[in-house]
Nanobody, 124 residues
């Protein structure tokens, strides 16, 4: 059974950091693209980062230079290191896969497997 489970969210002050984890089960995550999305209240789900099996990485403009996606093959886990957090980063963060090698952050509806999400709140 294909599953992804996020963790690591929480409350952090502006300028702070968090590291989110996406643990995969039922498949070998480094064979496929894994993407991170977020959804703020009243807004559409937004693709923010993706990593391919080649370890090519992609970021949406609003997080470039602040967020870093990486994977730990031994742990079958993908991470999202988030630095210099801003209040506008507040959202529920999800990881997802469609068991493909390509990233497609612009079309969340094409991803079949989603985690339950983890809340990130950036506030003083």
């Amino acid at each position: 059974q294909v599953q992804v489970v996020e963790s690591g969210g929480g409350l952090v002050q502006p300028g702070g950091s968090l590291r989110l984890s996406c643990v995969a089960s039922g498949f070998t995550s480094d064979y496929y693209a894994i993407a991170w999305f977020r959804q703020a209240p009243g807004k559409e789900r937004e693709g923010i980062s993706c990593i391919r099996p080649s370890n090519s990485t992609y970021y949406t403009d609003s997080v470039k230079g602040r967020f870093t996606i990486s994977r730990d093959r031994a742990k079958n886990t993908v991470y999202l290191q988030m630095n210099s957090l801003k209040p506008e980063d507040t959202a529920v963060y999800y990881c997802a896969t469609d068991l493909r090698q390509a990233c497609n952050m612009l079309l969340p509806r094409t991803y079949r497997y989603w985690g339950q999400g983890t809340q990130v709140t950036v506030s003083s």
